[in-house]
């Protein structure tokens, strides 16, 4: 009987040394603009990304619950279809804006995003209610500098 608690208790212990050192590995969230949290999951080589470049990305998107993963609602990678934009333009959501500044080719990183920062008030069909936090996860796939510059 002591045996086999002491062997559980020894297999308690090493599980939270494993869950604790874990922990310290992973990057914590930082802050940025307008209330988004991002943490980089990893790092990317290369010049880091810039106002006025020409991002290429792939995504996953998914409701956030209160920092959680809720419902997945969009998978670039599932569906082939990587996406392009130019970092600091109205085409895409303030919080991709932000949080993909900074990122190199090849990074990956994990963002939260405020309703402002995200769809706001607007609701995307059946899929993002509105004034929905969302997270992402973006993968910076290439950065090019805009035709003509």
């Excluded at 874990?22 to 307008?34: D, K, Y």
């Excluded at 006025?52 to 990678?77: C, K, L, P």
Aim: with cysteine.
């Amino acid at each position: 009987m002591k045996r086999t608690t002491g062997r559980l208790l020894l297999s308690a212990l090493a599980a939270s040394m494993l869950l604790c050192a874990a922990a310290l590995a992973a990057e914590p969230f930082r802050s940025g603009p307008g209330g988004i949290r991002y943490q980089d999951l990893q790092s990317g080589q290369g010049d880091a990304a810039l106002t006025g470049q020409v991002a290429t990305i792939h995504f996953v998107a998914w409701i956030d619950e209160n920092g959680a993963r809720g419902r997945e609602v969009y998978n670039s990678r599932s569906r082939g279809q990587p996406v392009s934009f130019v970092i600091g333009t109205d085409g895409v959501m303030p919080g991709w804006n932000a949080g993909v500044v900074g990122m190199k080719p090849g990074g990956k990183r994990l963002l939260l995003l405020p309703p402002a920062m995200a769809y706001g008030a607007r609701a995307i069909e059946d899929a993002v209610p509105a004034n929905a936090a969302m997270m992402f996860r973006i993968e910076l796939i290439r950065l090019e500098n805009p035709p003509g510059s």
